[in-house]
């Protein structure tokens, strides 16, 4: 063995290419192509979605970001929300979400709902006044001949109690704001009646339209009005009904009729209670008001009320 002859030994290195399946490369370049046509299509539903005013505020943002982001505006995103708002109705485009909108249209019912409680049981109140003015004065044999003379009934201010005169019959003495004694024993009834309502009230005078000897530039219509609603206002209080229930006394002279047809008719010459619903009350109650007249549809049917 030692004197055989040595033998070179030879290694063959055989360098191997992988080949693989040669396919790994175009999944990342499908990857990338998805998500751009992903992203495509995204951006065109985002446009189609976004009202026009918010476009242009884009449009303006790329144009001046920096003017946009100091003085705000339009192009702040105030025009319109860009997706459809949250909340309880998706539908809803215009405005940004605001913290607490969610909750909002149940707050919402609510307090309508609330609103609407509060009016009928204010109208079922005001309802059961009448009744009981109506029931004393049948029981009042003082009160019931003078029946034809007062006229109650619910207008959109609340319960109206209006004292009109007769031919024969005048609730003041002739062209003065005197009353007379059944008128006052009247006002008394009513007054202690109003009482049991927490309702304030509102007192109108009226007269017809024949006018004084010395004309609108001396002691005229309206002046005598007036003196008649405070009077009548003084016998209320007199009679016994809280002064605090008070809330106007107004003179309108022979501005508004009761018989349009005839305005020298007795019929106009008048003192008007109204015992005002909640929804009046809150309007008269409003500072820098302007005095309004409402004719409605039958004649005699005139409420006054105050505008904001």
């Not at 490369?25 to 985002?46: E, N, S």
């Not at 002046?223 to 009904?241: K, P, T």
């Not at 009729?257 to 109204?274: C, H, V």
């Amino acid at each position: 063995m030692a004197n055989e002859e040595l033998r070179p030994i030879i290694v063959k290195r055989i360098k191997k290419v992988a080949g693989g399946h040669h396919g790994g490369a175009w999944k990342i370049a499908y990857a990338d192509f998805v998500t751009a046509m992903m992203a495509f299509f995204l951006l065109m539903w985002l446009l189609g979605s976004t009202a026009k005013g918010s476009l242009q505020g884009i449009a303006e943002y790329f144009q001046t970001p920096l003017k946009v982001a100091m003085a705000g505006g339009e192009g702040s995103g105030d025009s319109s929300s860009v997706i459809n708002g949250g909340g309880r109705d998706l539908t809803l485009r215009d405005g940004q979400i605001k913290k607490g909108d969610i909750e909002a249209p149940k707050k919402s019912y609510n307090l309508q709902a609330a609103e609407a409680a509060l009016a009928k049981a204010d109208a079922e109140r005001l309802k059961g006044l009448k009744s009981k003015i109506e029931a004393a004065i049948e029981s009042n044999a003082t009160l019931k001949q003078y029946k034809k003379q007062l006229l109650l009934d619910i207008t959109t201010e609340g319960l109206r109690i209006q004292m009109v005169d007769e031919q024969n019959r005048p609730m003041f003495a002739s062209a003065k704001a005197e009353l007379q004694p059944y008128t006052k024993v009247i006002l008394h009834e009513i007054g202690k009646a109003l009482n049991d309502v927490p309702n304030r009230i509102s007192l109108s005078g009226h007269t017809d339209a024949a006018p004084y000897g010395s004309g609108e530039k001396g002691y005229s219509n309206w002046e005598l009005s007036a003196d008649r609603a405070n009077a009548s206002r003084r016998e209320l209080i007199y009679g016994g009904m809280d002064e605090a229930k008070v809330l106007r006394v107004v003179g309108l002279s022979s501005s508004v009729l009761f018989d349009k047809n005839d305005a020298l008719n007795p019929i106009n010459r008048r003192i008007s209670i109204i015992v005002m619903n909640k929804k009046a009350e809150e309007s008269a109650s409003q500072d820098g008001g302007s005095i309004e007249v409402n004719n409605q549809t039958d004649a005699g049917e005139v409420s006054v009320k105050v505008n904001k």
